[in-house]
């Protein structure tokens, strides 16, 4: 079992900054990529940034160029630039241990981006 704890998130103006983290503890040797998820009210959950073991990294459309990724071994952050009130949503943090077939979920740090 891994167990996945945020923090980090808030209330914001329009244009901050905020940086999310998630410390993962439990069975980290099973964790492959890690990963930062958001969902909106009325929305769908969707995946806005993920990082492997090995250092790759890939970034919904939505949040290129405005969202970092970083990972040092069982903590993973999100930097989170520019940000827009379309930005608001719970984020969840995300493991994936497909040894085990295995997806865990942390319970989600609210952000709010005010206009």
């Known amino acids: 079992q891994v167990q996945l704890v945020e923090s980090g998130g808030g209330l914001v103006q329009t244009g901050g900054s905020l940086r999310l983290s998630c410390a993962a503890s439990g069975s980290i040797f099973s964790i492959n990529a890690m990963g930062w998820y958001r969902q909106a009210p009325g929305k769908q959950r969707e995946l806005i940034a993920r990082i492997t073991s090995a250092g790759v990294t890939n970034y919904a459309d939505s949040v290129k160029g405005r969202f970092t990724i970083s990972r040092d071994n069982a903590k993973v952050c999100l930097q989170m630039s520019s940000l827009k009130p379309e930005d608001t949503a719970v984020y969840y943090c995300?493991?994936?241990?497909?040894?085990?077939?295995?997806?865990?979920w942390g319970k989600g740090t609210l952000v709010t981006v005010s206009s």
């Open positions: 995300n493991a994936e241990a497909p040894a085990f077939g295995m997806a865990y």
